[in-house]
């Protein structure tokens, strides 16, 4: 059976399993007792005397549907549970794993059984995403059969998990400990594969590929995305958001457009003319003004107060004659500035250019007898160095991290552990 075909079946039974779900609501009676109608019937009636919270709330109801549609896969019976914990959401858990587990399960897949309740935005921690959608049903069914032993790499090789992964991206995404969703733990799982940092999975996260897995197609084109993402040093996570909503736009547009071989300087000039038409066109009225704070870029920045630093000493050449060295820490404090350092070291530090308009980032070069050496990101309102990188990205010496240090002390500044280290 062709992939396409296997995967619109799947989605049409995910479909028919949530519109029961909904008529076993409709079928319910308005009372003071919903509970007792729609449950008195089924398995879950012991839950009456067992626990009086889960009865008495309506956010647990959506969980105990969504139990009885897999009640065939149960391993144990209601009447055997034994109630541990004070808030429902820990007393539900309890009940999932007492029905449906026969292996520990990682605490963030517990979270497909709480979509679109109270409890899930507030897993969510609230915030600008915290109302969208839901992860794909199919997760359901994924959860059921990853707690009674099927393995990860397997439900991807069927085509059951929405999501391309390797077998190691399997292993990594059944370990993911610091989450709270699936989609959540697919995506700092991928920017951990491609060698990327903490704060592009943190951005990711809170961008809408944070929010729910897509189709097959649509993942491939995510995974070289994220992966492009990854190979982009001194890039302003504060931009991974609004550039994944450009090359959203230019998927619908065409289906065959390709992150390979762009840049971020082109990708955010391209970005910054869509939201200009946006507000030209004035399509509607939050495009434009979503597209408002995306104005071009100031010419000159104002400063972020920080000292600048120099200093000259002897050394001697590879000949033995007696020489002096000029070291140097300026602030940059121009868009030509900032366009000619990433020019001569080839990273994209330009993408800063907004946050240095809003003073929450300053960009600062280190260079040597007129030469550019290396680039420093400073974080104002923490006065914490985030990201140190030379020419192509590569990382620090030792040698040129004493001269940063120096303007560092000088400066009254900290650099941070993950300034001078990739990784997580």
Not at 369 to 395: A, C, F, V, W, Y
Request: with cysteine; glycine share 8%; hydrophobic share 35%.
């Amino acid at each position: 059976m062709p992939r396409g075909m296997r995967l619109q079946m799947r989605e049409e039974q995910e479909r028919l399993r949530e519109e029961a779900i909904q008529e076993a609501f409709r079928r319910a009676k308005v009372s003071t007792n919903r509970f007792k109608d729609v449950f008195s019937m089924t398995a879950f009636a012991p839950l009456q005397k067992k626990s009086r919270k889960i009865a008495e709330s309506p956010q647990a109801w959506t969980v105990l549907h969504r139990l009885l549609l897999c009640q065939e896969q149960w391993v144990n019976e209601v009447s055997t549970w034994k109630p541990r914990g004070k808030a429902v959401t820990t007393l539900l858990r309890g009940l999932i794993r007492h029905l449906i587990c026969k292996y520990p399960m990682p605490a963030y897949w517990y979270s497909v059984w709480f979509e679109g309740t109270e409890q899930m935005q507030n897993w969510r921690g609230g915030g600008q995403n915290a109302d969208l959608g839901g992860v794909n049903r199919a997760f359901v069914g994924n959860f059921v059969k990853l707690a009674q032993g099927t393995g990860m790499h397997k439900l991807v090789k069927k085509l059951e998990f929405p999501v391309p992964l390797t077998k190691k991206q399997c292993h990594a995404l059944m370990q993911q400990r610091k989450v709270n969703t699936v989609p959540h733990a697919v995506r700092w799982t991928q920017v951990q594969s491609f060698g990327g940092e903490r704060r592009l999975a943190e951005a990711l996260c809170d961008s809408n590929w944070g929010d729910a897995c897509g189709g097959l197609d649509f993942e491939e084109f995510q995974a070289t995305v994220i992966q492009w993402f990854c190979a982009q040093g001194m890039l302003d996570m504060t931009q991974v958001g609004p550039l994944i909503d450009y090359m959203e736009n230019c998927r619908r547009e065409n289906d065959g457009w390709a992150i390979t071989g762009r840049t971020v300087t082109s990708l955010m000039r391209d970005m910054e003319e869509w939201h200009r038409n946006l507000v030209h066109r004035r399509r509607q009225f939050r495009a434009a003004a979503h597209a408002a704070r995306y104005k071009p870029p100031p010419e000159k920045f104002k400063s972020s107060g920080f000292e600048m630093w120099f200093e000259s000493r002897k050394t001697k050449d590879s000949r033995g004659r007696q020489i002096h060295e000029n070291h140097r820490v300026d602030e940059l404090l121009t868009y030509k500035g900032l366009l000619e350092e990433g020019r001569d070291l080839h990273h994209c530090i330009s993408s800063y250019a907004h946050n240095i308009g809003r003073g929450a980032t300053s960009i600062w070069s280190y260079s040597k007898d007129k030469m550019k050496i290396l680039t420093i990101e400073l974080h104002n309102p923490t006065k914490t160095i985030r990201q140190i990188r030379g020419s192509r990205n590569r990382m620090p010496t030792s040698s040129e991290m004493l001269y940063v240090q120096k303007w560092a002390r000088e400066a009254g500044v900290m650099i941070a552990p993950r300034a001078v280290r990739r990784g997580w």
